[in-house]
């Protein structure tokens, strides 16, 4: 909603408020200001200038040679390119020195060998965007009425010396959508009054109903229906102030009848309908359902095929309005409408937007309804348009209305406590204080023992229940005294459980190793669905897909991560690292809701790092993605109850893919893609991984213990033992670490070797033990009697020998 600062003030008196201070306030009661417009901000210089004389330039076909009164002593010679541009306008004129829009300054110049003093101006070169222009002066210089007094200050009769309050609005106070909701919200922060406009109508003598009957036959989508006949109108502009308030609020101007309309929507908050009498084909307005596909073309010249569900104003026979969204364009008002048919109606806000939906309209009209609009003010808009019409157009007002009226628009009544309100927001407010907020706020409210009853009226259709009342309170009172106090209790809200920590701590880590969080759908294929999953059960179908492509529910998240790195590949992204955390769901049976388990899964393709500057490349592979899992287990103190063995994985490479259990039970699987399943998918070497995280998160774990910094030398040993090709390193390492005792601190391997000189079936790994004693400095014996047992052991469980 943008609210025009000194159109507000023709309601409330904000006198000693700025509109920035205002805007402050505004917001800090609960309404975001998303930002305060100034209007003429970077203008200065521009007035009211007189066209005495206009010709054709001398040495150019577009321009004219024009001679302006501007109110100095003498009138200037201005060249103008504008082809609407005449003898005897008024126009608005930026002088020598002016200053326009960027910084734009105005200079003494010659064109084409003539002198030009200054620029006569149209709205755009002012600053008004070119979509909220009127459409006769789109394409040139704006035109003012003739009783623009020559010299003025432009800016001023064209409301341009305004601020603009953009008011960012939630669906629940749709009753600052009017510049009297606005009006009563402020009155209410600033404690003063608020001032409704004066509704005179004077009436001829014929009456409303000899000339229109009004007919509702779905009186649940329509409760109100009010319409009001004004004759003799003259079709023309509408006063400048008017167009100007309009431009404001983003609203084009068109002409003095569809101005009002737009004006009173703004101004009161209520839609309007402006309907050719003559145009309308009968007398009378029947209000109805669409037959299915009955046709209406609407105001913007669109056909719009209709159906049941949407409500229409019709003649008696054919629509003429799709109600509460758009008009039609046979009822059109156009330049020769004489006599005009008003209507102001209360439409069930469902019922306008499933129309507004369906057609893809959105309008102002439209906006109000979905949201809500104040039922006691339709009979007043009414009025008020007719009022404005006879004042603005030269309209006759037919006497009375015509209307059905079903509607019961009782305001509604709430009770609270004082006490309540207190607890609530933890403050000490007094009866007193309480009883001022609510007149500020103008609810009608009756004390009794320190609890209120709240009569709300119609205009605040958000307060139904005491917690409306009690944000009522606090945001009058002011969020920023209401006091700030600890939480008490046995428990201090907001804290993380253990395991939210740890799936915390597993999303940095991750994402310190380089790979990105993705999110996939939980919905996949029925082929996918159970594609590299820890464990399967029966798949689990939606009733009513959207598409077959998002039909069943996963029991992995890797063939939805191989999409995301398909998908980046395509769009020259080669190196991808990524992962994700997310359920799966495994069936439980028919009938029984699918059991949700919560895995850890990733992928990574491409380079792992690239220096171009120092020649050096790291290509991802098996050793790589198994590092960071290393890492990874290592951050949640896992890493001694890890272990790899080589596994075997439909889709995986047979030599690449290890299985990762944790205390000796599976826990996931790391490894390569099938050669088979990488050109099936388009993809190049990649590299997976899938974790039940569940488990890694719940398992005990022992507590961090800290060791001293070593203050004395370690020593290193390395051997080299000859086993049989079908023994796994990992196999031998465990071994060591068990029986190295207290001085063994590390067991790495450090090489492979299977090629010449070496026995068939047979291969070499050597291992880096490191040893040291936090209390003394090692001697040779402590360190040959622990390796001497690490030696011992290896030879009769694994039949090794040292290599010489």
């Known amino acids: 909603m943008f609210v025009s600062y000194r159109w507000l003030q023709d309601y409330v008196d904000l006198s000693g408020v700025s509109a920035k201070e205002l805007a402050e ?65 008024k126009v608005a004129v930026a002088t020598v020195g002016a200053v326009l829009p960027g910084n734009f300054k105005i200079k003494r110049a010659k064109l084409r060998g003539e002198e030009s003093n200054g620029m006569i101006c149209s709205l755009q070169e002012l600053g008004i965007e070119g979509k909220l222009v ?8 704006f035109v003012f009425p003739n009783d623009a007094e020559v010299g003025a200050d432009a800016l001023d009769l064209l409301g341009l010396n305004d601020e603009v309050l953009e008011l960012g609005l939630t669906p629940n106070r749709s009753d600052c959508l009017s510049m009297l909701g606005v009006a009563h919200e402020v009155a209410a922060i600033l404690s003063r009054d608020v001032c409704y406009p004066e509704v005179n109508v004077s009436e001829a003598s014929e009456q409303a109903s000899d000339y229109i009957s009004v007919k509702v036959d779905a009186a649940a989508d329509n409760p109100l229906y009010v319409a009001r006949v004004v004759k003799n109108v003259k079709i023309g502009p509408s006063p400048l102030w008017m167009q100007s308030r309009l431009m404001a609020a983003g609203i084009r101007p068109h002409n003095n009848v569809v101005d009002i309309t737009n004006y009173i929507l703004l101004e009161y908050g209520q839609p309007l309908h402006a309907f050719d009498y003559d145009r309308l084909g009968s007398k009378e307005i029947v209000v109805r359902r669409a037959h299915n596909d009955e046709k209406l073309v609407t105001l913007d010249g669109t056909e719009r095929t209709l159906t049941h569900d949407q409500l229409v104003i019709t003649n008696g026979t054919e629509p003429v309005a799709l109600a509460g969204v758009m008009g039609g364009e046979n009822s059109e008002v156009q330049h020769d409408t004489v006599n005009v048919l008003i209507e102001s109606a209360y439409f069930n806000g469902l019922t306008v937007r499933l129309a507004s939906k369906d057609h893809g309209l959105r309008s102002e009209a439209s906006a109000r309804f979905e949201k809500g609009i104040d039922p006691n003010r339709t009979r007043m808009a009414a009025d008020r348009a007719a009022q404005l019409m006879a004042l603005y157009a030269t309209g006759e007002v037919v006497a009375g209305t015509v209307e059905v009226d079903t509607m019961n628009a009782e305001p509604a009544v709430v009770s609270v406590s004082v006490e309540r309100i207190n607890s609530v927001l933890g403050t000490s407010l007094e009866a007193n204080e309480v009883k001022s907020i609510f007149e500020r706020l103008q609810f009608e409210a009756k004390e009794d023992n320190g609890t209120f009853v709240v009569t709300v009226p119609t205009r605040r259709g958000d307060i139904t229940i ?110 991808v690292a990524i992962y994700e955390t997310g359920s799966v769901f495994l069936s439980k049976g028919e009938g029984e809701l699918p059991e949700e388990k919560e895995r850890l899964a990733g992928a990574v393709t491409g380079m792992w790092h690239i220096h171009q500057w120092q020649g050096e490349k790291k290509v991802v592979d098996f050793y790589v993605v198994k590092g960071i899992l290393e890492g990874l287990f290592t951050a949640l103190g896992l890493e001694e109850r890890i ?94 670490k068990e029986v190295g005792g207290t001085l063994l601190k590390e067991v790495n391997v450090f090489d492979l070797y299977e090629g010449e000189r070496m026995e068939e079936g047979k291969k070499s790994v050597a291992f880096s033990l490191r040893y040291y004693n936090p209390e003394h400095t090692l001697t040779d014996e402590e360190v040959t009697k622990a390796h001497t047992k690490v030696l011992e052991a290896v030879e009769a469980q694994f039949d090794a020998t040292l290599r010489s």
């Open 25 to 89: 306030k505004i917001t800090r009661s609960g309404i975001e200001v998303e930002g305060v417009d100034v209007r003429n901000e970077g203008i200065k210089g521009v007035v009211v200038g007189h066209v005495l004389e206009r010709e054709q330039h001398p040495n150019a076909d577009k321009l004219n040679k024009c001679l302006v009164d501007v109110g100095a002593e003498e009138p200037v010679q201005i060249i103008c390119g504008a082809p609407n541009v005449d003898k005897g306008q």
């Open 134 to 141: 009127a459409k006769e002066y789109q394409e040139g210089i």
């Open 466 to 575: 005491e917690e409306d009342l009690i944000e009522e309170v606090a945001r009058l009172f002011g969020y920023d005294n209401i006091p700030t106090t600890l939480p008490v209790g046995e428990a201090i809200p907001g804290k993380l459980t253990e395991y939210q920590a740890k799936r915390r701590q597993v999303r940095r880590y991750l994402e310190g190793s380089g790979l990105y969080q993705a999110t996939t759908y939980s919905l996949t294929t029925e082929e996918k669905a159970t594609q590299f999953a820890l464990e399967t059960t029966e798949t689990i179908r939606l009733a009513m897909p959207m598409s077959e492509d998002r039909s069943v529910l996963r029991q992995s998240l890797t063939p939805q991560l191989l999409e995301v790195v398909k998908h980046n590949n395509a769009r020259q992204m080669d190196s």
């Open 643 to 736: 272990a790899y063995e080589p596994g075997a994985k439909e889709g995986m490479h047979p030599g690449r893919t290890a299985t990762i259990t944790l205390d000796g039970e599976a826990l996931g699987f790391v490894g390569q893609l099938h050669p088979a399943t990488l050109k099936a998918l388009g993809l190049k070497e990649t590299y997976v991984f899938e974790l039940d995280l569940r488990r890694a998160l719940t398992v005990d774990v022992a507590p961090v213990q800290y060791e001293l910094i070593p203050r004395f030398p370690s020593m290193t040993r390395d051997i080299a033992l000859v086993v049989d090709s079908t023994v796994q390193a990992g196999q031998i390492q465990r071994v060591i």
